[in-house]
């Protein structure tokens, strides 16, 4: 089955610096990357997504890369701001019919600071 | 409108007792997952739902836990004779299938064995 590790586990940086965030999977059929954003105490949302047929995809200051033949991806925010500090999941699926298990990394927990 | 709910939001049992706990996915959405989330841990995945079946029940870790859906909405996880270990934060997620991935969670029940 599939199997996602993510690294670091935790990042520090300073307001206005770039956060990266990076994930290896297992499963060469895996074709749907989601990043997740949880912070305390609240439920996981989707920051964005990408498909194995898209290497590259970014939303205003947030960007995901993938490499299909490495079987990596990355998540990558710029011009970070203190309201980015939460821990981010990433996750791979094989999308099949509509269904897809989500396998998760461990978690990135992220601290801006002001 | 309205989102996934969980009840209850919180559960506190003694070692040994039943509990059930219940997700009420979006409207129309016929996918339903339900992930656990242990303490500084990534999301794990336990169950699927496509209507009232569940074709994916690979992540259930025992026969302790068992799960229904009934009228393609409402679901119940159940734990029999919980155990310390099945203390975690249970999430519900539900999205509307075929080519839309987008898995929405609720706000999760926190377990607690004693």
């Known amino acids: 089955g599939e199997n996602v590790e993510q690294h670091p586990s935790t990042l520090s940086v300073q307001e206005g610096d770039s956060a990266v965030i990076k994930c290896t999977y297992s499963?060469?059929?895996?074709?749907?990357f989601p990043w997740y954003k949880q912070e305390l105490g609240k439920r996981p949302q989707l920051i964005i997504d990408?498909?194995?047929?898209?290497g590259e995809k970014k939303d205003q200051r947030i960007a995901v890369t993938l490499n299909k033949t490495a079987k990596h991806f990355s998540l990558h925010i710029t011009e970070t701001q203190p309201e980015d500090s939460a821990v981010y999941f990433c996750?791979?699926?094989?999308?099949?019919?509509?269904?897809?298990?989500?396998?998760f990394g461990a978690g990135t927990r992220l601290a801006v600071h002001p | 409108g309205a989102g996934v709910s969980q009840s209850p939001s919180n559960k506190v049992t003694e070692k040994g007792k039943d509990v059930e706990l219940r997700c009420d996915p979006i409207?129309?959405?016929?996918?339903l997952y339900w992930y656990r989330q242990s303490l500084g841990q990534g999301l794990e995945f336990l169950i699927y739902?496509?209507?009232?079946?569940?074709?994916?029940k690979s992540g259930l870790p025992s026969d302790r836990f068992s799960a229904e859906r009934t009228g393609g909405s409402v679901s119940t996880l159940t734990i029999q004779r919980t155990q310390q270990e099945d203390s975690a934060v249970y999430l519900c997620?539900?999205?509307?299938?075929?080519?839309?991935?987008?898995?929405?969670f609720g706000p999760g029940t926190r377990l607690t064995v004693l």
């Open positions: 997620a539900s999205s509307l299938g075929g080519d839309i991935n987008e898995q929405f």
């Open positions: 499963d060469s059929a895996s074709n749907y």
């Open positions: 990408i498909r194995s047929n898209v």
């Open positions: 996750a791979a699926t094989p999308l099949s019919g509509g269904y897809n298990k989500l396998i």
């Open positions: 409207s129309g959405h016929t996918a």
């Open positions: 739902f496509q209507g009232n079946s569940a074709p994916d």
